[in-house]
């Protein structure tokens, strides 16, 4: 099956800083990659919606300056957590969907756990 | 809008029970598509079934059976002769267009 790998898998770091995950998908191109956040003991929540080439549709609540996300080509989208406060703590989720093949489908990647102390 | 609910939060069986785990959704979209996933305590989501919304044919895969009945807008998930492998938190999730609702989860817990 498809592939999508996401980087780091952890990172701790201190109030105030930036932090910047990477997804990749690694053996398909894909046109869409979808941002979710997941704290502890709850869902999935989308966050937002990147398209190669352009920029990320946002979902209600979600502050777009404060999570800056690039989708700079057909296998690479990156979330940046700008000036990180402990409240950002959370795992967050990358998916990735083909341009051909069953509709609808995401390949999700493993997660990054991010801790701000 | 699009909605999940996963009514049972947490489900605790022994070993070599059956178990059904619930989910019921609300679209006004003729389209969509519903899926399970399983997610260990590793966080990685694992992908269990794709169904589309003109096909509520059941399935079975191994241990595993999903009963898809749009009268009721439900997409049930039974595990049959739970194994303790089978401790995840399971997702129901319905997408529309591409996007993505997921349900609140259900904690299965399968005890020796």
New interface residues.
């Given amino acids: ?1 498809a592939v999508v790998s996401q980087h780091p898998s952890w990172v701790i770091c201190k109030s105030g800083t930036s932090v910047k995950i990477e997804c990749r998908s690694l053996d398909f191109q894909a046109t ?1 990659m ?1 941002w979710y956040r997941q704290f502890p003991k ?5 966050m937002a ?1 990147s398209n190669e080439g352009s920029k990320a549709t946002y979902e209600q609540g979600v502050e777009k300056d404060k999570f800056l996300i690039n989708h700079a080509s057909l296998t690479l989208s990156t979330l940046t957590v700008t000036s990180a406060h402990p409240e950002d703590s959370s ?1 967050y ?1 990358c998916s990735a ?1 083909p341009p051909e093949g ?10 990054t ?1 991010l801790t701000v102390l | 809008a699009q909605k999940v609910t996963q009514a049972q939060t947490e489900i605790s069986v022994v070993e070599k029970e059956d178990v059904t785990l619930d989910c019921v959704y609300e679209t006004r979209d003729t389209t969509y598509y519903l899926f399970w996933y399983k997610q260990p305590p590793s966080g990685e989501l694992v992908f269990l079934i794709r169904r589309n919304s003109f096909d509520e044919q059941n399935e079975i895969s191994g241990r595993y059976s999903w009963n898809f009945q749009k009268s009721t807008s439900s997409f049930n998930f039974t595990i049959t002769a739970s194994q303790v492998v089978d401790s995840a938190v399971y997702f129901c999730a319905l997408s529309v267009r591409g996007k993505s609702t997921f349900g609140d989860g259900t904690t299965l817990t399968v005890k020796p």
């Fill in positions: 099956g869409t979808f709850q869902s999935l929540m989308l919606t795992f989720i969907s069953k509709a609808d489908t995401q390949y999700f990647g493993p997660g756990r």
